[in-house]
DNA sequence: CGTGTAAGGAATTCTGACACG
DNA sequence: CGTGTAAGGAATTCTGACACG
């Protein structure tokens, strides 16, 4: 489901994750949602699994700016698969 | 997905029904979000699925009662199909 | 760098009621 | 019966900043 339904608060019990790590991640570029007239955030399913990664890469020992760089990567690799 | 995601706001646009409406089918029993801690309600893609159902039938003239008698019929056919 | 927090405001949603019919 | 609306309040989310390190 890539369609964007969710707030952030739901996006926050489905990750276990804190607002304010969801919206630094997008302040860092790596998530995209998109924005009520009234200027809230809504997430897609894709976004949770993102944010998700972005997560785990991260507990793993990745800064913002790396999983930047791996996204590009991956946007240019998928050719080679 | 059942998952209960979607605030009140999302399924008006999903649905282009007004809350009103949406919240009316809720205390007739035919429709039924889940709540926050706060109260708000949040339903599911299922549930949109649900509410346009609803409201294709009463177009074709069928009030609430009768579409909660049809549900109950659902509910105890599909073993025939 | 990544995250917590208090601050103040704005958008969103809630309920119960009155209205029409 | 099904829906619109104004009313008042409460829950949710927003931004920018300070803090720690």
Redesign the pocket.
């Known amino acids: 489901m890539e369609s964007k339904v969710?707030?952030?608060?739901?996006?926050?019990e489905l990750t276990g994750?804190?607002?304010?790590?969801?919206?630094?991640?997008e302040?860092?570029k790596l998530v995209f949602?998109e924005?009520?007239?009234?200027?809230?955030?809504?997430y897609s399913f894709e976004d949770v699994e993102s944010i998700q990664e972005i997560?785990r890469k991260?507990q793993e020992g990745?800064?913002?700016?790396?999983?930047k760089e791996l996204k590009k990567k991956q946007r240019c690799t998928p050719i080679f698969r």
Chains 1, 2 share one sequence.
């Open positions: 969710m707030s952030i608060g739901v996006v926050c994750l804190t607002e304010r790590q969801i919206r630094y991640y302040e860092r949602p924005r009520t007239k009234g200027g809230n955030r809504r997560h991260m990745f800064n913002t700016f790396e999983l």
